[in-house]
């Protein structure tokens, strides 16, 4: 939505019992779902399978669980994303991030917003600053934010970049304190992972132990189905167009685990003969400019996941291996174009046994 657009988010949706994640773009979704509330027993044991499907944080959201009441816990979901996009919406006026991109000395970080910043902190700090959520003001002057495009000429991307750097802010007593009043934030890359931890943790609560949560493309899957089963998601194909059909890749199982999927090839424009990802540099102050067209992460919860599939859409595939040959609490599915120019994919040795290339859903 929108930080940065490190990596456009996937955004599954149910195809019998497999989820194809489409790509989130805008804050406005491409998708319109109608709200409802579905209820089907699953077998002699009464066990219910409940499906939630509304729209928040500028996107879509589509939770399935089973419990062996039918509870509709629809009401506190939509009262959770409305308190979170109180503290980080950067399309919400009043809210907390909004406050401070407008230097307003009245607002003071709530519990959520400090939660997303320090863990955009730690995940700069882990790239080196591939994951940099002050990269806001080239966003938006590239037109991949809420503004419309500048003539980025090179004067221009160093002037703005001059305000790109994740060392020059912290909080101090629940104050973001900047080494440039100009500098903004933006915490799309990260904040629909964490709502989507946020949503299970609450089910947990509620005594809902098997569900997969899908907020605009952020996955999590807990447990198994009542009949064993894992769940299942799929890992978008890249299109050669923007407007094309939707096809899978590969479909992944998963229990216990976060799914968060960025890529390049749905948002971007053309200028002079150039395509122009919204994946940006913060190094550069330019659009990417390498082979990798999606990453995969898998990970133990979505606010990290989310986080690292746009750092390592920024990294690019072999600073990423590199990465992650050191990090094996995370997993990693990557598609790219090889020197001849077709796709070809790369995981790591963990995720790729749970991978069906290619297979249709059964």
């Known amino acids: 939505m929108l930080l940065f657009f490190y990596g456009v988010k996937s955004v599954p949706l149910p195809i019998h019992n497999l989820t194809l994640p489409f790509m989130k773009t805008t804050l406005y979704t491409l998708l319109i779902i109608t709200t409802t509330l579905l209820f089907s027993c699953k077998n002699s044991s009464d066990i219910n399978e409940i499906k939630i499907e509304g729209l928040a944080q500028g996107t879509y959201y589509v939770i399935t669980y089973y419990s062996d009441d039918t509870v509709d816990y629809q009401p506190q979901i939509d009262s959770f994303f409305r308190a979170f996009d109180h503290s980080a919406s950067v399309y919400q006026p009043t809210s907390i991030i909004s406050g401070f991109n407008r230097n307003d000395q009245n607002i003071f970080a709530d519990d959520h917003f400090t939660t997303v910043f320090n863990k955009s902190m730690e995940v700069s700090a882990n790239t080196n600053g591939a994951f940099d959520i002050t990269v806001m003001p080239l966003v938006n002057a590239w037109g991949f ?109 998963l229990k216990d685990k976060a799914l968060a999927t960025s890529g390049n090839y749905r948002k971007f424009f053309m200028r002079n003969g150039i395509k122009y990802s919204h994946t940006i540099d913060p190094a550069t102050g330019y659009p990417v400019m390498h082979s990798l067209l999606s990453v995969s992460v898998l990970a133990n919860d979505c606010i990290t996941a989310d986080a690292y599939a746009t750092a390592f859409m920024v990294m690019g595939l072999e600073k990423a291996r590199m990465f992650l040959g050191t990090h094996p609490e995370m997993q990693a599915y990557f598609i790219y174009s090889d020197k001849e120019g077709k796709d070809a994919v790369w995981g790591t040795p963990g995720l790729m046994p749970l991978l069906e290339q290619e297979k249709p859903a059964q």
């Open 145 to 253: 934010g809420f503004t419309n495009a500048s003539v980025m000429e090179s004067a221009k991307v160093d002037s703005l970049l001059a305000l790109v750097n994740y060392q020059n802010i912290h909080l101090e007593n629940g104050r973001l304190i900047k080494k440039d009043q100009r500098m903004m934030i933006d915490f799309n890359a990260i904040a629909q992972g964490y709502s989507v931890d946020l949503i299970g943790q609450m089910l947990d609560k509620k005594g809902i132990h098997a569900y997969l949560i899908d907020v605009g493309g952020e996955v999590f899957a807990k447990g198994l189905k009542p009949d064993g089963s894992a769940w299942r998601v799929g890992i978008e194909k890249p299109a050669k167009e923007a407007d094309a059909d939707r096809k899978i890749e590969a479909v992944i199982e």
